[in-house]
C-alpha cells in the first residue's frame, strides 16, 4: 500500500488506467464497493443489481476525505483499492444506516469509469 502526501489513507492500484487523470473539480463517475475492514461486511457496490455507477465532484469534499483524496492522480480505467482510517471516512460517528461502526475502517475499490 502506497501513502497519500499529507493523509492517512493508503492505496494500491489493482490495475493501471490509461485514459485522463483525475484532478481536483472534474466531474468522475465510477464503480465503487465499500467494506468494513473490523467485519469484513460489504455496505455498499455500484455493481450490486439496481445500483449504477457513481458520479462526483473531485478534490472538493463531496465525498469522504479518504475517497477524495485517493483517488486523485487516478485514469480512466484504473482499479485503485483504499484502506481508509476512520478520521478520514466517517469518523468516531461511523454510518450506522450503512453498517459502519463508530471509528470504522473502509475498505473501498474503485474503477474509474469516466473524468469530465
Not at 3 to 31: D, F, L, M
Not at 85 to 101: L, Q
Request: glycine share 16%; net charge neutral; aromatic share 8%.
Amino acid at each position: 500500500m502506497q501513502a497519500i502526501p499529507g493523509h492517512k489513507t493508503t492505496y494500491e492500484t489493482q490495475n493501471e488506467g490509461t485514459g485522463r487523470t483525475v484532478s481536483k473539480g472534474q466531474t468522475v463517475t465510477v464503480h465503487a464497493t465499500g467494506v468494513v475492514v473490523e467485519s469484513g461486511k460489504k455496505f455498499w457496490s455500484t455493481k450490486d443489481p439496481g445500483q449504477q455507477p457513481f458520479t462526483y465532484q473531485a478534490g472538493v469534499g463531496a465525498v469522504i476525505t479518504g475517497w477524495d483524496q485517493g483517488c486523485l492522480g487516478m485514469k480512466e480505467g484504473e482499479v485503485r483499492r483504499l484502506n481508509i482510517p476512520a478520521a478520514e471516512g466517517y469518523g468516531a460517528g461511523g454510518f450506522p444506516a450503512w453498517g459502519i461502526p463508530p471509528n470504522g475502517t473502509l475498505d473501498f475499490t474503485i474503477e474509474v469509469l469516466s473524468i469530465k
